[in-house]
Structure formats: C-alpha cells, structure tokens
C-alpha cells in the first residue's frame, strides 16, 4: 500500500486552489449578481469545459458522456484497472452558494494533483465525474447526471419540460447531445469498486461540534404527505366554543404531538409541517378545513414507518374526539441510502488522524450517492460550513477546513485505491471477508477456515491453503455444496452472487436448442436417479453438447467412482471461483 501522505504545506496550497477554482466556477452563472447554473444551459456546458481543463493539467483522460456529466480518468498502473469513483454536481440552485457540489468536485482534482506530482499510479485509476444535474432546478426531476452513469433514466424523463416550454430531449438536442444514446453514458458494475463524494454539511451539526469533518452514516430517507382535516365552518360569532368541529384546532393539536413526539423519538429523525392552509379563510369564520403537508426523514427507513404510523393514529384520535374527519396521501417517497461500513471506517480512519477525531451523521439532504448506491458501495464526507446555511449565496467554507478535507479525502482514496483483492480480504472485518468468498461454495467450514488463517502474504499462498482445506472433503461436504447449485442447462435463480456465478459458467450452454435442453432434462434425472444427487460438472468454457457427453459418461460410473469424480468437480468449481475473487 502507498504510504506516501499529503503534507501540511501540500494541503494549504491544494486548498487555495480549490477556494480560488470555486470562485472562478461561480462566474460561470445566468446572471452576473446571482449563481445559476442548470442542467443542459450554456452556462453548464462552460462549466463543464473549465473542468474538463482542469482534469487535463492533471494528466486526466477526459470525455463528456451522453447525459452531459464531465468525467475525467487518472489510469492506474494496469492499463484498464479498475476504478474508483469520485465526485459531485456542477449545477446549482437558482441564486445559490457556491460550494453545494462543486467543493466535492473541486476536491477530488486536488486528490489527482497529488497523484499526478509524486507520479503515483495505483492498483485502481481514479476517476472524476461533475455531475450534470443533482438539484432538478431547471425540468422539476433529480439526479439526471448520477442516474446517466447507472443506466436507470426512467423512459419518461425525455417529456419532461421546463418553465419555457422545452422538453429534456429538445434540451439535449439544443445542447448537442443525442437523446437516442442517453444509455451510452451507463456504466458497467466492474468498472467501479467504490463512490466516494465530498459535500458541504448543509447543516450545524459539525459547527456544534467544533470539528470540521465528519462522516456521513446514510443518507435520510424521505416520505411526504398531504393531510386534510375536515370540520364545519360556522359563524365566530355565534357557535359556542362547546361544539365548535374547527378543523384548525385539531390541526394545531396535531402539530404539537407532532413536534414533541419526534423530538423524544430519536435524536436523528426529524419531522415537519412545512405548509398550511385554512378553507375558507376567513378572519370571522371557524376553519371548516384544513391542508397541511408533514415531511418525516430518518436515516432508517424502519423508523419512518414506526413514526409516521403513530402520528397518523394520533391524528385519527384528535380528529375522532373533535368531531372532525382527517385523511392522508403519501405522495413523495424515498428510501433511506445507507453508506457502506468498511467506507466509513477508512473515512473515519483519515479523518481522525487528521483533526483528532471523527464524529458519524447522517445526511438530511439528497446527494447523486443515493442513486450510485444502487451499482456501488458510497462512502461520503461532510465538510462543516458557515451555520449550516445552504442554497445561499451566504454559503460559507473556511480555507482551514478545506485544508484538513483535501488531506483526509486523498489519504483515503490512496488508501482505497492502492488496495488489491487480497490486500482488501486481509484487511476486511471477519463478516466482510466472509461474504467476499462465501460464493465460491456452500461449504461453510471451508469459508470460516480460510477466512480465520488470514493475513496471506500473496494469493498464491492463499490459493494453496484454500486447495488443502478442499482435499479433506467428503460426502457431507457435497451434498451441502450441491444444494446451492441449479440443475445444469436450468440457469440459477436470484440475485445472490452465488447465482451470478452460476449464470457466468453456464453462459455457453445453448438454452435455446431445445433437443439440448430436452436430452439435459432427461440425462440430469437419470443421474439423480442413480446416484441420489444433482450432476456437477466445471461448466465454464464447456458447451452444452461436451457436457451432455460427460454426464452420459458418468452415469456408467460405480457410486464410489462417481463420488470421487464429482468431487474433484467441486474442488475445481470452487478453486475457478476462488481465483475469480482475486483477479487483480
């Protein structure tokens, strides 16, 4: 691993930078008074040239991909390794901060600067994108830019339009893109290993603490609902308090439960009332209805549904001892993103040893990690900013706070991309480097063992212990194997990873021959009649024609001949597997 580590000088420099290229991007904006910058307007496509400049003096292979994202590559020291993923959005909010997004981007040019001044290539490349659209300022929807790299645009995000009338195709037209490649800019799930995105707080918590980093724990989940109570309007005037049905009242009751319940609910979840109307209105009219809108956040989804089902019980009490009728709508729902644990711990790692110590919280606020999550493992750190304002021209980050980000977040990544497979299995916790192996086979006395002789100096050590512990295997050992394997020509079902591979080493037996398919139907039963057990043969590279002939040969063998012919299969399989998990 590299030890090499961004010095105090280094980092006050690479932190002038990155204040000065944040002022510098902040001129690239609608208007000259306010920053504006949305997604697909000539202000991103020069925002997004400024970058691609920058990317390229740090000896960056850039490109802009098909959804108008900017991506740059720093290749590893293998031609073709790969990556790890690190950036943020270049669009704004209308009249925003000028930190919100681009400080994550700007950021991670300084982790590449480093890189590129001590000619370091690591065992991963290191690759950059600006995301193009995180906000959803100008068409009403987010994550345009981050869901362009996971191949998950939903088919009608293209109708979309914007105030003035024009559609995100017409946009990605007038901004010479072509919306019939939006799927190009996809990218496959081995390209990367991990995500890791810098953001600004965009809240007080780290300011409270007097710390100017932390690391994010998930990013909240979200419901939203429009609520109604409904009363019966009547004159101020002239019915008694006593049998008033004031659908305000009970609303106001309701907030107030609302208020003190998620307060004593957990210190992470929050919940709000964020707008109320009264029907008719009217300074000399009981409130006969009332709408209001409740938003619930919580880095556990679990805690959203606990919480939310007990406030609506209690307005359903309120409404019912008032005499009025309540009802909801859920109309905005987003699940909670959890970031990955062994990122968070190598986060928390650089960042203590940079201020001391490290504070874990969650995120309130949305960020392109959430759709990357869906490919890859994220990891996120907070940078305290001025109050916790945000979306604000009055956003605020100190040069001092910038320095400690720059060298925590690049003795990170160097951490995270000078590791190889095995160095990640050696330095894995026990149930991370079980689940990196536990696909190879369904042996789990196999696993625990290779996994507790660790450290391996090189994989070759570890493949040679992994084919001795095999050696010791026998019947039981099989049969537990042979229940996680499909029938061969029947493809495994699910989406374990065990499936996965099952799927890879069958790929090339013809499912669409159906007088293969018929002959493999009828050859496994024959085989699981003789023998009690499912065929298993080392399908990988073997077309379906050569394994219906080895398991018509097969079905001569004695039972002992055709035990120890299918274990020296499984022993193969699961060595060919072991090997796949530390292809470098």
Same mark, same amino acid.
């Given at each position: 691993?590299?030890?090499?580590?961004?010095?105090?000088?280094?980092?006050?420099?690479?932190?002038?930078?990155?204040?000065?290229?944040?002022?510098?991007?902040?001129?690239?904006?609608?208007?000259?008074?306010?920053?504006?910058?949305?997604?697909?307007?000539?202000?991103?496509?020069?925002?997004?040239?400024?970058?691609?400049?920058?990317?390229?003096?740090?000896?960056?292979?850039?490109?802009?991909?098909?959804?108008?994202?900017?991506?740059?590559?720093?290749?590893?020291?293998?031609?073709?390794?790969?990556?790890?993923?690190?950036?943020?959005?270049?669009?704004?909010?209308?009249?925003?901060?000028?930190?919100?997004?681009?400080?994550?981007?700007?950021?991670?040019?300084?982790?590449?600067?480093?890189?590129?001044?001590?000619?370091?290539?690591?065992?991963?490349?290191?690759?950059?994108?600006?995301?193009?659209?995180?906000?959803?300022?100008?068409?009403?929807?987010?994550?345009?830019?981050?869901?362009?790299?996971?191949?998950?645009?939903?088919?009608?995000?293209?109708?979309?339009?914007?105030?003035?009338?024009?559609?995100?195709?017409?946009?990605?037209?007038?901004?010479?893109?072509?919306?019939?490649?939006?799927?190009?800019?996809?990218?496959?799930?081995?390209?990367?290993?991990?995500?890791?995105?810098?953001?600004?707080?965009?809240?007080?918590?780290?300011?409270?603490?007097?710390?100017?980093?932390?690391?994010?724990?998930?990013?909240?989940?979200?419901?939203?609902?429009?609520?109604?109570?409904?009363?019966?309007? *009547?004159?101020?005037?002239?019915? !008694?308090?006593?049998?008033?049905? #004031? @659908?305000? $009242?009970? &609303?106001?009751? =309701?907030?107030?439960?609302?208020?003190?319940?998620?307060?004593?609910?957990?210190?992470?979840?929050?919940?709000?009332?964020?707008?109320?109307?009264?029907?008719?209105?009217?300074?000399?009219?009981?409130?006969?209805?009332?709408?209001?809108?409740?938003?619930?956040?919580?880095?556990?989804?679990?805690?959203?549904?606990?919480?939310?089902?007990?406030?609506?019980?209690?307005?359903?009490?309120?409404?019912?001892?008032?005499?009025?009728?309540?009802?909801?709508?859920?109309?905005?729902?987003?699940?909670?993103?959890?970031?990955?644990?062994?990122?968070?711990?190598?986060?928390?790692?650089?960042?203590?040893?940079?201020? *001391?110590?490290?504070?874990?919280? !969650?995120?309130?606020?949305?960020? #392109? @990690?959430? $759709?990357? &999550?869906?490919? =890859?493992?994220?990891?996120?750190?907070?940078?305290?900013?001025?109050?916790?304002?945000?979306?604000?021209?009055?956003?605020?980050?100190?040069?001092?706070?910038?320095?400690?980000?720059?060298?925590?977040?690049?003795?990170?990544?160097?951490?995270?991309?000078?590791?190889?497979?095995?160095?990640?299995?050696?330095?894995?916790?026990?149930?991370?480097?079980?689940?990196?192996?536990?696909?190879?086979?369904?042996?789990?006395?196999?696993?625990?063992?290779?996994?507790?002789?660790?450290?391996?100096?090189?994989?070759?050590?570890?493949?040679?212990?992994?084919?001795?512990?095999?050696?010791?295997?026998?019947?039981?050992?099989?049969?537990?194997?042979?229940?996680?394997?499909?029938?061969?020509?029947?493809?495994?079902?699910?989406?374990?990873?065990?499936?996965?591979?099952?799927?890879?080493?069958?790929?090339?037996?013809?499912?669409?021959?159906?007088?293969?398919?018929?002959?493999?139907?009828?050859?496994?039963?024959?085989?699981?009649?003789?023998?009690?057990?499912?065929?298993?043969?080392?399908?990988?590279?073997?077309?379906?024609?050569?394994?219906?002939?080895?398991?018509?040969?097969?079905?001569?063998?004695?039972?002992?001949?055709?035990?120890?012919?299918?274990?020296?299969?499984?022993?193969?399989?699961?060595?060919?597997?072991?090997?796949?998990?530390?292809?470098?």
């Amino acid at each position: 691993m590299v030890k090499q580590v961004m010095n105090a000088m280094q980092a006050s420099f690479a932190a002038r930078r990155i204040m000065q290229r944040a002022d510098e991007l902040a001129q690239v904006s609608e208007t000259p008074e306010q920053l504006t910058r949305v997604y697909l307007s000539p202000e991103h496509l020069r925002a997004n040239y400024l970058v691609a400049s920058w990317m390229e003096q740090v000896g960056m292979t850039t490109w802009q991909d098909a959804v108008g994202n900017i991506c740059g590559r720093y290749e590893g020291a293998r031609e073709g390794a790969q990556a790890v993923l690190l950036g943020s959005h270049l669009d704004t909010v209308r009249n925003a901060g000028r930190y919100d997004g681009m400080l994550g981007v700007l950021t991670a040019l300084e982790v590449v600067a480093f890189l590129h001044e001590h000619n370091l290539q690591l065992e991963q490349a290191i690759e950059i994108v600006g995301f193009g659209d995180e906000e959803g300022t100008r068409f009403g929807i987010t994550l345009l830019g981050s869901r362009g790299v996971t191949g998950t645009w939903p088919d009608n995000w293209l109708a979309c339009e914007d105030a003035a009338g024009i559609s995100v195709g017409q946009a990605l037209v007038n901004a010479g893109f072509d919306p019939s490649r939006i799927q190009s800019a996809a990218r496959g799930a081995e390209e990367f290993s991990a995500y890791l995105e810098l953001h600004i707080e965009q809240g007080p918590v780290l300011e409270r603490e007097n710390l100017a980093l932390g690391v994010v724990t998930a990013i909240n989940g979200a419901r939203r609902l429009k609520c109604r109570f409904v009363g019966e309007a *009547g004159h101020a005037g002239t019915v !008694p308090m006593t049998i008033r049905k #004031d @659908a305000l $009242a009970a &609303a106001a009751n =309701w907030m107030t439960y609302i208020e003190s319940t998620t307060a004593s609910y957990a210190p992470d979840i929050v919940a709000t009332v964020g707008s109320l109307q009264c029907l008719p209105g009217a300074a000399n009219v009981i409130p006969g209805e009332v709408l209001l809108t409740l938003d619930i956040r919580s880095p556990r989804d679990s805690d959203i549904e606990a919480l939310l089902e007990k406030l609506l019980s209690e307005a359903l009490q309120i409404a019912a001892q008032r005499g009025v009728a309540f009802d909801s709508e859920i109309y905005y729902s987003i699940p909670a993103t959890p970031c990955d644990a062994s990122l968070q711990r190598q986060l928390t790692s650089a960042i203590t040893s940079v201020q *001391g110590r490290s504070l874990s919280l !969650p995120s309130g606020a949305g960020h #392109d @990690a959430i $759709a990357i &999550a869906e490919l =890859w493992p994220v990891g996120m750190m907070f940078v305290r900013c001025d109050r916790g304002i945000s979306h604000h021209p009055a956003e605020s980050v100190t040069e001092a706070d910038v320095m400690q980000a720059v060298q925590a977040y690049t003795q990170t990544v160097v951490n995270l991309a000078s590791m190889n497979p095995l160095a990640e299995f050696n330095h894995a916790t026990e149930s991370e480097a079980l689940s990196l192996i536990t696909p190879c086979v369904a042996i789990p006395a196999w696993v625990e063992n290779l996994v507790a002789a660790r450290p391996y100096a090189t994989v070759d050590v570890l493949q040679h212990y992994a084919s001795q512990l095999t050696l010791d295997w026998g019947r039981n050992e099989l049969n537990q194997a042979l229940s996680a394997h499909p029938r061969i020509g029947e493809k495994a079902q699910g989406s374990s990873k065990e499936a996965a591979l099952s799927k890879g080493e069958q790929s090339a037996v013809d499912t669409q021959n159906s007088a293969l398919t018929l002959a493999l139907v009828q050859g496994n039963a024959d085989y699981e009649a003789r023998f009690g057990r499912v065929f298993l043969i080392r399908a990988k590279g073997r077309s379906g024609e050569d394994i219906l002939g080895e398991l018509k040969r097969r079905l001569n063998n004695s039972p002992a001949e055709e035990e120890a012919e299918a274990l020296e299969q499984l022993r193969q399989i699961t060595l060919l597997r072991l090997e796949g998990v530390f292809a470098s």
